[in-house]
């Protein structure tokens, strides 16, 4: 089993950069699927995530080329095959299949998605959106089942904001008849990087980044070239970690206004943050403040980096209060945290931690992803050797995070350990 070990303490300056968007990335793939002639996508993040979309595509026909984060699909030869098992679990996104194959072939069968486990989620407004559009959705045996004769565009008011679903809807809607609206739509960054890509690719979409986007279907897309926007995740984490742990840190590649609820939250604590064109510095940070924080849609707090946060939050003076109204159970860093000293508690849809605390090194696992992200920042500040398990989680989301660290002077390496030292639950 790999793990990542960590020695605590060292201070962290220099420069590191963000890859490309993890949640875009897991769009603009499949939505190539819509196009008739090959699609270039650049500046995407190598991985795992990225990996299986590349693998799913090609068990569909498609002709693949990924290397150095330039994907190039060839969707021509793609066939409708259902999927019901195998790579479809490993990852959340794989329903971003179910609109991109609807919308091009008018029916599809994706096994119910993966991904991390975060409390429900449910995916109740995907289909309502492809309902409305005239498919027949059915679950057979914990896959779905699409089946249309034609996609007609349609009125749909998403009950719950959600940015799968309204990507879902847009990948499904380009190539309907007629006129679909989503209202009530999601605004993240990710939904305009998406509609970019399928705006080159000749769809016509307008409001993508409000809260209603008017879709007119056209008869066909074509291939087109992209590239895709900074990971604003990655760059927050990294902004926490500068906070925590750093001795002067330039984030590259960033867009500051993707950052801006992180960013105002972190002045709130007294953290100096400088916003460049497409760099953020931060210096080091002497006396850090609680803040309370509540997770909301963009351009809200991101329930992505809640967990991140949290960490900080345990070297501030005083008391603070995280609630995430997003995902009411995404707690599962708490109980990690609390292995290495940090004085928290789980009350209901809030977290309330104490500080500051000094982080003392332990033997924990990355249960999700950004718990992984969340356990590797502690690590960093931590007293002594930390060793993070079931490192699988964080490379679904972080390419290179061992060497990115390493360039900004973490000590940080990754080590195969035996399956019985597994931390037990
Ligand atoms: N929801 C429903 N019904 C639906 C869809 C969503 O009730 O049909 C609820 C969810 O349960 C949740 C809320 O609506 O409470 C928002 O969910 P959303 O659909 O926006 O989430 P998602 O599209 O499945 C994406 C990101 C997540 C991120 C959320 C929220 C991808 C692949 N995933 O998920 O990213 O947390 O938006 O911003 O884009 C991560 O990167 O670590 C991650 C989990």
């Not at 979309?53 to 699909?73: A, H």
């Not at 847009?170 to 998406?194: C, F, H, Q, S």
């Not at 003392?360 to 502690?378: K, P, Y």
Request: proline content about 4%.
């Amino acid at each position: 089993m790999d793990v990542y070990k960590i020695k605590g303490g060292k201070p962290l300056r220099g420069k590191i950069k963000v890859s490309g968007a993890k949640n875009s990335a897991v769009a603009l793939i499949p939505a190539s699927i819509l196009a008739s002639s090959p699609v270039t996508i650049e500046g995407l993040p190598e991985i795992s995530d990225v990996f299986t979309l590349q693998t799913l595509l090609e068990d569909i026909g498609g002709q693949v080329e990924f290397s150095g984060g330039k994907m190039v699909i060839d969707p021509r030869e793609m066939v409708a095959m259902p999927m019901p098992n195998g790579n479809v679990k490993k990852l959340r996104a794989s329903y971003y299949l179910m609109g991109a194959m609807l919308g091009r072939f008018k029916h599809a069968a994706i096994g119910l998605p993966g991904g991390c486990h975060l409390g429900p989620r449910p995916i109740d407004q995907h289909i309502k959106g492809f309902e409305a559009l005239g498919a027949k959705v059915t679950n057979e045996h914990g896959a779905i089942y699409l089946r249309a004769d034609e996609l007609r565009g349609a009125k749909i008011y998403l009950d719950v904001v959600s940015v799968g679903a309204t990507i879902n809807i847009m990948l499904a809607a380009v190539l309907a008849k007629g006129r679909t609206v989503i209202e009530n739509a999601a605004k993240e960054p990710e939904i305009i990087d998406v509609a970019t890509l399928l705006s080159n690719m000749g769809a016509k979409i307008k409001g993508a980044g409000t809260n209603v986007i008017r879709i007119d279907g056209v008869e066909q897309l074509n291939g087109t070239k992209h590239t895709i926007i900074p990971d604003r995740i990655e760059a927050g984490t990294f902004m926490i970690m500068a906070a925590a742990a750093g001795d002067g840190i330039t984030i590259d590649n960033v867009i500051p206004l993707h950052v801006e609820a992180l960013t105002a939250k972190l002045r709130e604590m007294g953290v100096e943050v400088e916003e460049g064109e497409e760099q953020i510095f931060i210096p080091k940070t002497e006396k850090l403040q609680a803040v309370d924080v509540k997770t909301l849609v963009y351009p809200g707090f991101p329930t992505d980096l809640q967990q991140p946060f949290s960490v900080l939050l345990t070297q501030a003076a005083g008391s603070s209060v995280v609630t995430d109204t997003i995902y009411s159970a995404r707690f599962k860093q708490i109980d990690e945290l609390r292995r290495m000293n940090a004085d928290s508690r789980v009350e209901g849809q809030s977290v309330i931690l104490s500080g500051p605390t000094k982080l003392e090194a332990a033997t924990v696992r990355a249960s999700d992803l950004r718990a992984g992200a969340a356990l590797v920042i502690a690590g960093l500040v931590a007293n002594g050797e930390t060793e993070i398990q079931e490192i699988q989680h964080i490379e679904r989301g972080y390419g290179s995070l061992i060497e990115k660290l390493q360039g900004i002077g973490a000590d940080i390496w990754k080590e195969t350990v035996p399956e019985e030292a597994v931390v037990k639950e």
